[in-house]
């Protein structure tokens, strides 16, 4: 298997059921002999899109795991488990009688934000310990329920008794077990989630993504690079500076430097732009600061020299 060496970049992978998050991130590690960060906890019966940052993009896994996501899913209505989703206990079943157009009345009340209660079964720490682990042991605490936006949602099929499919954009740190837990409660019949498949996470999608065999596949052929995104186009909204010889000093010792050193010069404060050396080479994600005059600061080292 070729080795590779100083890689830098980001692989959309997609997380097949029965893997964690961690066992992709595992596999990528063995097989890049790479630094490698995750954007965002799949669960293991969960599928999707899950981008794997490497080498010096790690430092960009804050960023995409900030965007929005993607998600289609189902919901079984008339069961609830503990863990609110199908690898659960079954703790209360309730008749049904639901009607489509209720259903969809009920999911467009989510919209565009609603306070949501995170499972008892997450990743979620408190003093230390997470979630789950309290979960497990029996013990059950309040949980303060957070703002989360739904930017959009739709019901995909119902099988007219008590199961359908939707498919949603929602925030960042949004719980779609907890939404089903909620869409059971307001439908008076409870629920739980079926399955879950992610489809995006801001500009990564299930099209462009790649499954961990042919990730290997590839590795092994030395084709890494075919699957491999760059630093710069994993955060193709960042505004795209080039530095003149002038700026180099200051890019080098990580102070602020001028705009006026830059090749663009039309930016607002507090914006976050890719700052490119004067060979054209990325240096780093910089914030636009406002003082006496627009200077930009260093936020994030993406140095792949």
């Known amino acids: 298997m070729k080795k590779y060496e100083n890689i830098n970049g980001v692989i959309n992978i997609y997380k097949e059921k029965g893997y964690t998050s961690f066992d992709a991130v595992a596999v990528v590690r063995k097989y890049t002999h790479a630094k490698v960060g995750h954007t965002g906890t799949l669960d293991p019966e969960a599928e999707g899109v899950l981008p794997i940052c ?49 259903i969809i009345e009920v999911l467009h009340s989510f919209m565009p934000e609603y306070m949501q209660v995170p499972p008892m079964y997450s990743a979620l720490k408190l003093n230390g310990k997470k979630l789950y682990e309290l979960a497990r042991a029996g013990i059950e605490i309040e949980r303060k329920a957070r703002p989360v936006k739904i930017f959009n949602i739709s019901l995909t099929h119902f099988n007219g008794t008590d199961e359908f499919g939707i498919r949603l954009t929602c925030s960042k740190g949004t719980y779609i077990r907890s939404l089903a837990y909620d869409i059971g409660e307001k439908l008076g019949c409870g629920a739980h989630m079926s399955c879950l498949i992610r489809n995006a996470t801001g500009n ?94 260093c936020v994030t080292t993406l140095n792949t020299v």
Do not use: M
């Open 54 to 102: 490497l080498g010096c993009a790690t430092r960009l896994c804050d960023h995409l795991t900030d965007k929005t996501k993607t998600y289609t899913a189902g919901i079984k209505l008339g069961v609830i488990t503990d863990t609110w989703d199908a690898s659960g206990t079954v703790t209360k079943t309730l008749p049904v009688n639901v009607t489509e157009a209720k």
């Open 204 to 297: 990564f999608d299930e099209k462009t993504s790649v499954r961990l065999d042919e990730f290997k596949l590839l590795c092994e052929q030395g084709r890494l690079g075919e699957i491999l995104i760059r630093p710069e186009d994993a955060v193709p909204e960042f505004k795209r500076l080039y530095a003149s010889a002038g700026a180099q000093k200051f890019i080098d010792n990580g102070n602020e430097a001028d705009i006026n050193f830059f090749s663009d010069k039309n930016v607002l404060p507090g914006e976050k732009v890719l700052v490119f050396d004067f060979e054209q080479k990325l240096r780093g994600i910089y914030e636009v600061k406002s003082k006496v005059k627009l200077t930009l600061k």
